[in-house]
């Protein structure tokens, strides 16, 4: 006997929860699968890059012989970043970047790897202490923006 509810996921597994609670479960194995598809490993994946996540904040662009460029993020991963952009970048400089995530402040060199339209991609060029604070933020990056997973509940006959 059970003294609160029986739920079932939606994959059919039981659960016991306390009547009157609606339960919503990160999925962890959900938010690998979906990052990597369907029959990809993770070598493959990155073998392209990491898994980005969305994060809007300023970030300040210092071309070679040129002054700054201010834009705004798009996304990150680990290995790069997307940034909207009103001053063209010419794809395959070398460039710094300057931004702050929530784990700190990062300056670091990065290569422009692609442009669409007013969108770039940048690929970091440092190892230490900014491929941490980045490290750290796509962490947590990926434990808010994980799909989440609805438990439905049955009462008990």
């Not at 990597?36 to 993770?42: D, E, V």
Request: glycine share 8%.
């Amino acid at each position: 006997m059970h003294n609160g509810w029986v739920g079932r996921t939606l994959d059919g597994k039981p659960t016991q929860v306390t009547p009157g609670i609606t339960l919503l479960r990160a999925s962890t194995s959900l938010a690998v699968e979906s990052a990597l598809g369907a029959g990809k490993t993770q070598e493959s994946m990155d073998a392209r890059s990491h898994r980005r996540f969305k994060i809007e904040v300023d970030i300040r662009v210092y071309p070679r012989e040129r002054p700054v460029v201010r834009g705004a993020t798009v996304d990150i991963s680990e290995s790069g970043i997307s940034a909207l952009l009103r001053v063209e970048v010419p794809v395959g400089e070398v460039v710094r970047l300057e931004f702050t995530l929530p784990a700190g402040d990062v300056e670091a060199l990065a290569m422009v790897r692609q442009k669409s339209a007013f969108r770039y991609g940048f690929q970091f060029l440092e190892t230490g202490r900014a491929l941490e604070i980045i490290g750290r933020t796509c962490g947590q990056l990926a434990v808010e923006q994980a799909p989440r997973e609805h438990v439905q509940i049955n009462q008990p006959q």
